[in-house]
């Protein structure tokens, strides 16, 4: 299959798309990103994805603020040019080169691409995965806190460190020991009978699955709080899970050697990733 490339509008093969090499991106690490995943040609709430984007840069302090109906032609694009039902997309932002020659201000420089390879093997959700807690710690005294940027390195080393270790995610602690998120996800746990997720404020991303996870348990009247949590009171829990937009809700059986739960996919979990994928088809199914 033929990967496009949709870059500051235009529509080219993916080995075609080349930006500047003093893009403020590649040169200072200016930027955020969406990764999103589209069923049947539709990007599962591509709004939600795009208003986190523009929020962010204009909570980062952004000059140019990107404009959302510029970043969904984008999107779309890119999605309509791609030939398969289940699509990893994503979308970068930054804030263009810095040494524009006829302009006083740079434009963004936007791109947009999308590929097949969208989903996980069936046994993370069958069997569950193993997560690990290699010591990273994050704050909320940190600007990019919160929001999806480029900077990623650090995440991206805390991952890799939990793959060399045969694990399949990293948890993030903050700086008093409570688990805030993973290196690519957001946390929800289950203990007796509610579902418990880290508040915003820990900081954590605000995650559009995550808030999608929220939206469903209070429809399917499972109780739900937002609080700190201790990493004993994870490893306390009866079931733990691990979403984002590829993801979706991805079981988690044990935290290193700790067993969560009977160290198999709760109830609770499946029930939502159920609810989830129901949710999914009603939003994207083409009429």
């Known amino acids: 299959m033929r990967e496009w490339v949709s870059l500051n509008g235009r529509l080219m093969p993916a080995d075609q798309a080349q930006v500047s090499a003093f893009d403020s991106g590649l040169m200072q690490g200016v930027g955020l990103f969406e990764t999103m995943r589209g069923y049947n040609g539709c990007v599962f709430r591509l709004e939600r994805h795009l208003d986190r984007l523009v929020n962010s840069a204009r909570q980062l302090g952004w000059t140019v603020v990107p404009d959302a109906d510029r970043l969904r032609e984008n999107v779309e694009q890119v999605v309509g040019a791609t030939e398969q039902e289940d699509t990893r997309v994503r979308l970068t932002v930054t804030t263009g080169t810095l040494r524009p020659t006829d302009q006083e201000r740079p434009d963004l420089t936007v791109i947009a691409c999308a590929s097949a390879g969208a989903t996980y093997p069936p046994e993370c959700y069958t069997k569950g995965v ?65 579902l418990l997720t880290p508040p915003l404020e820990t900081p954590v ?41 590829l993801m979706e809700l991805i079981p988690v059986v ?14 609770t979990t499946l029930r939502l990733l159920d609810a989830y994928r129901r949710l999914v088809q009603r939003e994207c199914t083409r009429g």
Do not use: C
């Open 130 to 194: 193993t997560v690990l807690v290699p010591g990273y710690r994050q704050g909320p005294h940190e600007p990019t806190a919160g929001h999806k940027t480029t900077s990623y390195f650090g995440r991206l080393a805390s991952l890799r460190a939990a793959h060399a270790r045969g694990a399949f995610e990293a948890l993030w602690l903050t700086h008093d020991d409570h688990v805030a998120e993973g290196a690519i996800s957001s946390v929800f746990v289950v203990a007796g009978e509610q």
């Open 205 to 245: 991303l605000p995650g559009i699955t995550r808030a999608a996870v929220i939206e469903l348990a209070h429809g399917l009247g499972i109780p739900v709080r937002e609080k700190a949590l201790p990493l004993n009171a994870v490893l306390e829990a009866d079931e733990m899970f691990l979403t984002n937009s």
């Open 254 to 267: 044990r935290v290193g050697r700790e067993p969560i739960g009977n160290e198999r996919p709760g109830d």
